[in-house]
């Protein structure tokens, strides 16, 4: 999914490359970077105008004291108008962003807290470092003396490599190794090295760290002072509702939620305000902050703490670590930063980057959260949506529309920017966001399998250019054999390794493994053959969600190995570019899927631009909403606390240094017209035969000829799809096109995404060991993958089996009196064979017979029942060869647990198993005790002598 430390765009070589001179001196990777206040002067923090923070001698006029300037003119000067801080569009008719300036704090009673957790090496970004700086320069200029600075960042000056950086290629040949084996090591390699900033001392950011700061540095704040809390981090969404959203710090299971934060400020002397400026996932949920109990029981803010986040709770934060879409220096919290360079005020910060920021990230302040709060509980007492409640209000907020209209602009200057047209009401939005998904998701879809399908070329052209050049197969096969670069965390899989101990929910859109006691061995289920699937891997370019948990770890090279992979990686595509121009067709169909997979991911980000926009404008929208209703509606207590929120967001420092002296960068262009991108999806939508496919196994393989090494086995078929109606069936094996059969093993999803619709196809097929030809007749994709049927209630009727028996009997009855737990498993699965001891001890104690059922070959299922691999097995082994008792009880991964009573009705379904989880069969607790060698219902499989381990399940794809 996301390609750590990829930074794309002008500049990413230079950043690598200075990486690579300096040793690791990461302050000066952001030297080259435009758009940012100077770095190159900031490698020495004096030569900001400050002194080092946290420990750092401070040579500032007095121990904690600001410069003598600090109450001079810029202290009273105006919020710049957008002119003035070249921030401006030309037709904008405005003179300034907002009406008044926000009242601008004394330095010297201004403490910062700066928090990059970065979870680990391969998470922990160069933006990251980046933002850190830039705040760290406005704070010099804006007069906060150095020693009140904390910063917290991975893992603090330990001189451990913690921060992952990538080398970007340019040129024609620079994407051939994009999605395949050798992407990671050789195509784009990362490089990890340690954090520094010169003068700063750098704590780790652990739970512990901040604990310390609150309980030694936080207790010498007094009343009147303000804690800036700034962090560019990654964040985790609450399960259970906001109060639980987290920010990830560094290491494993290191994190803060809303709650733990709240009882850290609670620590803080009181009258201390607390301002925050937050850009990891989800951050809205820590606008939540400072609320408290009223006397109505109800909570309202305290306006002890404040703050402007990135994304709502519920969202992703696209600019949390822009050097993986493509870009560089995009996102909240840059732009909130560069516009604080130029304003040093927060509110007026706020509204540039409302308009300035063309990422889908949703600029909030806490007020606007905690104003929706509010409305969702009046309307709830007047028995209304929030949407018709915020609608009285603004109707009334309409009949005097000149007292509103620096909000009214606001959300027209929102609208003009993103080509939208600017709403009175939250109905107006509403309706809109409900539009957007139907082309924006299909649009998504299509990116991914075009992407997969650029991949799987790039994947056989260069697995035939090894097959040619054995010196190159001998040099780069040690980091073949390694994965390629990690997913994001909270990213669906995407081709990598999912971890050993995590339970999977296997199938064609699971991560599968072998088994086998060595966890590494591990295979994916693929996508589907001429269409889009979430499971594709994105090439480099492809814009990836921002993570939302914590994945495993995994080993990322040093310094010395990414040198000499990178090396290798240009000569490698020196050689490898000839290779492909001189085969025949491979150039221009990588051309075509190239293009096809750029178009379509283009036109679905900025159709999350656009919903970003709309919910931008709704924000604005609920608090106008939310402002008339305090007016008019609201209790004296409530509107008091509401004041002492506004003016706790009020926040400004002076500008006391001198300017940055770079120019201001141009903003990122307006986006087309909607229209447009209507175009560029009906150019980009594929044609669809509707079948998962993986490759054949090699029972399916000896019915293959040497014309189709591409052959591809149809692992299932979406019901009423055309491969449906032209008689293809699980099992069956697609060879290709009668005279053309397929060379690639995934060639089948390209075949069928580029067929004209509606035009008939006739494809060669092995149907049950003898060749036939099928004609089918492509049909437009929807955009998503039908749903499968779901699995059957509990109560109904348990669906009939149509099963082949492997090892005892199949039942011919389900309700025979003895209750049944079908155990739908496979070889590979990894969590199916920790589940054994329980289901065994289930079975055992409740007296039921468990049908242990697999949709796999005879010769892959009695290879690993022989194996060893697991020493007892239930004793009844079934088959299903054409899907249909998967498809009949909604099998959407293994294991699942289907309990079925004696009288044949369904009593429980559950899907997954971790050892907290267990087999999910309500009101059953299993001690957990070892089983005994020969359990009741089981049998011993094991054999003297292990035979070689089954080859790994692939992953089936879909077209």
């Known amino acids: 999914m996301s390609r750590p430390g990829n930074s794309q765009g002008s500049g990413g070589g230079a950043r690598f490359a200075l990486a690579r001179a300096l040793a690791v001196a990461v302050p000066l990777l952001a030297a080259v970077v435009p758009g940012r206040s100077p ?16 420990g750092v001698p401070d040579t500032s006029p007095g121990p904690d004291r600001a410069p003598t300037a600090v109450a001079e003119g810029p202290a ?23 009406t008044r300036a926000a009242p601008r704090s004394d330095p010297g009673r201004v403490f910062a807290l700066l928090v990059n957790g970065g979870s ?37 000056d330990d001189p451990a490599a913690d921060l992952a950086v990538r080398e970007m290629r340019a040129g024609a040949a620079s994407d051939l190794l994009d999605g395949t084996r050798l992407e990671g090591s050789h195509g784009r390699p990362i490089e990890t090295v340690s954090t520094r900033i010169e003068g700063v001392k750098l704590e780790p950011a652990t739970r512990r760290s901040l604990e310390r700061w609150f309980a030694t540095r936080g207790r010498s704040l007094r009343a009147g002072d303000t804690l800036l809390l700034y962090v560019t981090d990654h964040g985790t969404r609450g399960k259970k509702g906001p109060d639980e959203t987290r920010i990830l710090l560094w290491g494993r299971d290191e994190w803060i939620d809303v709650r733990g934060l709240d009882a850290l400020l609670a620590r803080l002397p009181r009258g201390v305000r607390v301002v ?31 703050g402007y986040f990135s994304a709502t709770a519920e969202r992703r934060a696209w600019g949390c670590y822009p050097e993986n879409r493509g870009k560089e220096n995009v996102g909240h919290s840059v732009r909130f930063l560069e516009a604080l360079e130029a304003t040093g005020d927060f509110p007026a910060s706020h509204e540039i980057v409302l308009r300035r920021d063309r990422t889908p990230d949703v600029p909030l302040r806490s007020s606007d959260v905690q104003l929706e709060i509010l409305l969702e509980q009046a309307a709830r007492s007047k028995g209304l949506t929030l949407r018709e409640y915020a609608d009285r209000m603004l109707e009334e907020a309409w009949r005097d529309r000149a007292k509103w209209e620096p909000e009214i602009r606001s959300i027209d200057r929102v609208g003009r920017t993103f080509g939208i047209a600017s709403p009175r009401s939250v109905a107006e939005v509403d309706e809109r966001l409900e539009q957007l998904p139907a082309l924006g998701k299909p649009l998504a879809t299509w990116s991914r399998a075009w992407t ?17 050049n054995p010196q190159w197969a001998e040099r780069v096969s040690p980091p073949a054999a390694t994965p390629t670069s990690p997913p994001s965390p909270g990213a669906p899989a995407t081709g990598a390794a999912a971890p050993a101990a995590t339970p999977t929910q296997a199938g064609p859109r699971e991560a599968a493994l072998v088994p086998s006691a060595a966890p590494t061995a591990t295979a994916t289920p693929t996508a589907l053959a001429g269409s889009p699937t979430p499971m594709a891997k994105p090439a480099a370019t492809t814009v990836p969600p921002s993570p939302d948990g914590e994945p495993p770890a995994e080993e990322t090279p040093t310094v010395g190995d990414v040198l000499d992979r990178a090396r290798e990686g240009r000569e490698l595509l020196a050689a490898l570019e000839p290779f492909v121009r001189a085969e025949a067709g491979t150039q221009a169909r990588i051309e075509v899927l190239r293009e096809r997979s750029k178009l379509a991911r283009e036109a679905s980000y900025r159709m999350e631009v656009r919903e970003a926009a709309l919910l931008r404008m709704r924000a604005g929208l609920l608090s106008i909403a939310g402002r008339v209703h305090l007016a008019g509606h609201a209790r004296p207590t409530t509107r008091a606390a509401f004041e002492r929120l506004f003016a706790c967001e009020d926040f400004a420092l002076p500008l006391l240094g001198a300017p940055p002296t770079e120019a201001t960068p141009e903003p990122e262009p307006d986006l087309p017209p909607y229209a447009d991108d209507l175009a560029v999806a009906a150019r980009v939508a594929p044609a669809w035969i509707g079948i998962s496919f993986r490759p054949p196994t090699d029972d399916q393989r000896a019915a293959v000829p040497e014309s189709a090494p591409g052959a591809t086995a149809v692992h299932d078929v979406y019901p009423d799809s055309p491969a449906q109606v032209a008689g293809l069936e699980a099992g069956d094996v697609i060879l290709g096109p009668p005279g053309a059969h397929f060379r690639e093993p995934s ?67 389900l309700a025979n009196g003895t209750p049944h737990l079908l155990f739908f498993w496979a070889t590979w699965c990894l969590p199916c064979k920790k589940s054994l001891p329980e289901v065994l001890a289930f079975a055992r104690e409740r007296g039921v017979e468990v049908l242990a059922i697999t949709d796999e070959e005879p010769a892959t299922v009695s290879t690993f029942l022989g194996s060893g691999v697991v020493p007892v097995f239930p004793a009844t082994v079934l088959r299903d060869p054409k899907r249909r008792t998967h498809r009949a009880y909604g099998v959407s991964g293994t294991p699942t647990f289907v309990l079925v009573d004696g009288s044949g009705k369904v009593a429980s379904v559950s899907t997954g198993w971790s050892p907290r989880k267990g087999i999910g069969v309500p009101g059953w607790r299993w001690s957990g005790r070892e089983e005994a060698p020969a359990a009741a219902g089981a049998s011993r499989s094991g054999s003297a002598g292990s035979p070689p381990r089954p080859r790994p399940a692939r992953a089936s794809r879909r077209p």
């Open 39 to 54: 770095l190159a002067a900031e490698a020495s923090p004096a030569a900001a105008g400050q002194a080092a923070p946290s």
């Open 120 to 156: 680990r090496p391969a998470m922990n970004y160069q933006s990251h470092v980046l933002n850190l700086r830039a705040v760290l320069a406005w704070l010099g200029r804006s007069g906060v003396a150095p020693s009140r600075i904390t910063v917290l960042s991975s893992d603090g």
């Open 452 to 468: 997969a399908s650029r991949d799987d070329l790039a994947e056989a052209s260069l697995a035939r250019f090894l097959a040619g």
């Open 276 to 306: 925050s400026l937050m850009s990891q996932c989800y951050s809205g949920g820590f606008a939540r902050l400072g609320r408290v109990r009223a006397r109505d029981g109800g909570e309202l803010p305290s306006g002890a703490a404040c």
């Open 747 to 813: 060639q089948v999803r390209e075949w069928t995404m580029l067929r004209p619709v509606g035009e008939p196809a006739v494809l060669d097929v092995v149907h049950e060991g003898a060749i036939v030809q099928r004609t089918i007749l492509p049909g437009p994709h929807p955009g998503r993958f039908p749903e499968m049927p779901g699995p059957p209630e509990p109560g109904a009727i348990a669906p009939p089996l149509d099963l082949v028996a492997l090892r005892g009997d199949v039942p011919t009855s």
């Open 76 to 98: 009273a000067s105006p919020v710049p108008s957008p002119d003035d801080v070249g921030m401006r569009d030309p037709e904008d008719d405005l003179a300034a962003i907002s």
